[in-house]
């Protein structure tokens, strides 16, 4: 599949680069923090949450309001699903990574998405970009098989356990933690989650 850049204007639709922060802070946090075979996702961690960054996150990016500074780390080359907040997500790449992307806009009404609509973004090393809240999105890929390090920053609380029953009908199928809806391909094999995908698990 093509592979955009962040830079070009094709990623307006979906986000914006963030140049008024500095990154340098939390870069050098994350140098501690491991790659796996697979893919971990650790929704706030006390070392990043301790950084300039997370207090400029807070008080300037997000208005003031309360923030959760984590990261999601690993080796991934395919979409395997498509998430969605009723926030924005903030993410900086510690290396080069690729996002695979989509617009809430294109779930269907019965709460299905077709890959076909997947668009793939290279993001450079020590690049930050806020995704929309109607961004469709998921882990990061890697660039040429490498793992990939990426900072992810959401309003606290969002990504943790549900404490209550989730629903089966409409989007309630979709809640999958706190603040997050997820719709998965059947091939990603993700034990409760709404198989909704349609065509292809894309790789890159």
Known sequence: MKIYSVMDDNFKKYGRIIKSIDLSS????????????DVVYVPEDASLMKTEFAADMKNRYFGEYPVQVGFCNGHNQKLNAVEYHRSSEVNVACTDMILLLGKQQDIEDDFTYHTDNIEAFLVEEGTAVEM?????????????????????????GTNYDLKMP?????????????????????????????NGLKGDNLSV
């Open 166 to 194: 989730v629903g089966t009908d409409g989007e309630d199928k979709l809640l999958a933690a706190t603040n997050k809806w997820l719709i998965a391909h059947k091939d990603a094999n993700i034990p409760g989650a709404f």
């Open 26 to 37: 939390v870069i050098n946090a994350m140098e501690s923090t491991p790659v796996p075979d």
């Open 132 to 156: 929309y809240a109607t961004t469709l999105h998921y882990a990061p890929c890697g660039v040429d098989g490498n793992g990939f390090k990426c900072v992810v920053v959401l309003p606290q």
